[in-house]
């Protein structure tokens, strides 16, 4: 456990100083080759729920301190000791004799004693810490306040539940690919492996528990791909027919891409800006058997890449915030700030209005982010619809969305991520 938590502490730290968390993890692989999978699984997990809960450990840590830490690395090996103390089932005495090990290391003498006390004080008052830490909103929910006030403002009846959803393990969800079997059928061959699994929508399933691919029956054959049910609805949505030009801008890894071309056989151009996404692309496509045209390029320089001819489908899963799913990538509780939503809103307007004039006349736009803020969303489609006279916003068939929120706004919830979709037609 020692190396783990020494692990868990660097990648926190990586994540906090401005670094994505599976880039974080990546470095810790290639520089620890001989780290085994349990010992990976054990520091990702640890990583991502030090991150996902880190406001409210803060909080509590505040009170446990007299004064502030000199060295910034023992607050991260606490932070990551008291995640695994309130929220792991390994044995507390063990936990804390790891980090007084690991803070030794650090030099300062008086470190491994003071990781000693902290520790054993939160055991010792862990309910009076934790309630006055929920005093605060950063302390109950685990969030950024101002994350906390922007939903509390634009989801008055639902941010508390928004937020908290926000903070589960997310569902593991699979999609079912139509031309090669049934959602009943996979469910009875999940059940012959001894998977439990649900129903979830017309094509899906959600397991139990999550599964490496590689023991998923068939995955490797393409009968099922890993997509979160609420990214499931973007295919059917756009309503694509066979032989359609077809246009997914930004296509990586290719969940839509794939779900497209399983659903009709599509002249489809995969767009992406990095390459290197690309190349999952082509896994999946090769994994699926499908075909589309990869092109790595900005879907803004339209000079660089378009042939002139129009495409009658286009989908457009702009890049954005990312908080409709912060319980799959709790590190952008950490990386994102206040002032980084107009940047976005300002890139997904300048695209949109790019992508508008490769549509044909009649042709269907699907605007999808998987974003809760209403700037990148129905503020941003609203905004679109003034300045473009010959786009009308067409009704959304099987999403529902609830009391009090836009239409085309999906709220995490027990089966899918937050996501938000706007279905435009050119006139």
């Known amino acids: 456990m020692l190396e783990i938590q020494q692990l868990a502490s660097a990648a926190v730290a990586a994540v906090v100083g401005g670094r994505n968390l599976n880039v974080a993890l990546a470095a810790q692989w ?11 699984a054990a520091i990702t997990d640890i990583s991502y729920g030090t991150l996902r809960f880190g406001a409210q450990l ?20 606490l932070l990551v000791a008291l995640y695994q103390l309130q929220y792991t089932r390994a044995a507390p005495y063990a936990i804390v004799d790891n980090a007084v090990r690991c803070a030794a290391h650090v030099g300062e003498p008086q470190a491994a004693g003071l990781i000693n006390a902290v520790l054993r004080n939160f055991l010792r008052r862990r309910e009076a810490l934790l309630a006055k830490a929920a005093h605060s909103d950063a302390g109950r929910y685990s969030y950024p306040q101002w994350w906390i006030d922007k939903l509390r403002a634009q989801y008055p009846r639902h941010f508390a539940a928004m937020l908290e959803a926000g903070n589960l393990h997310p569902p593991f969800t699979l999609r079912i690919n139509r031309r090669r079997t049934t959602r009943d059928e996979y469910l009875a061959l999940l059940a012959q492996h001894g998977i439990a699994a649900t129903a979830v929508g017309a094509e899906a ?22 997509q979160d049910a609420a990214a499931q609805l973007a295919a059917p949505l756009l309503d694509a027919q066979d032989g359609m030009r077809a246009l997914d801008a930004c296509a990586a890894p290719g969940g839509k891409t794939t779900h497209l071309l399983e659903i009709a056989s599509l002249e489809l151009t995969a767009l992406d800006s990095d390459a290197t996404r690309l190349e999952r692309v082509r896994q999946n496509l090769e994994r699926l058997r499908l075909d589309a045209r990869l092109l790595a390029a900005d879907a803004n320089d339209t000079a660089a890449w378009w042939d002139g001819k129009p495409f009658e489908r286009i989908l457009a899963d702009v890049s954005c ?11 952008i509780k950490w990386l994102r700030r206040r002032g980084d939503i107009p940047q976005f809103v300002l890139q997904q307007q300048r695209l949109l209005g790019s992508l508008w004039r490769l549509l044909a006349s009649g042709g269907k736009l699907l605007y999808t982010t998987c974003s809760v803020f209403q700037e990148e969303n129905s503020l ?24 009090g929120t836009p239409e085309g706004q999906l709220l995490p919830d027990n089966e899918h991520d937050g996501f938000y979709y706007a279905l435009l037609q050119k006139m």
């Open 58 to 77: 803060e909080a509590v840590l505040a009170q446990l301190l007299a004064k502030p830490l000199r060295d910034e690395s023992l607050r991260w090996l």
């Open 205 to 226: 399933v959600t397991l139990a528990r999550a599964l490496p691919v590689e023991r998923l029956p068939g995955f490797a054959d393409g009968m099922v791909s890993v």
């Open 321 to 331: 915030s990312a908080s409709g799913v912060v319980r799959r990538h709790p590190d």
């Open 380 to 403: 941003q489609v609203a905004e679109f619809l003034t300045r473009h006279a010959d786009a009308r916003v067409l009704p959304l068939c099987g999403v529902k969305t609830l009391d």
């Open 30 to 40: 290639q520089k620890h080759p001989q780290l085994t999978s349990q010992q990976r």
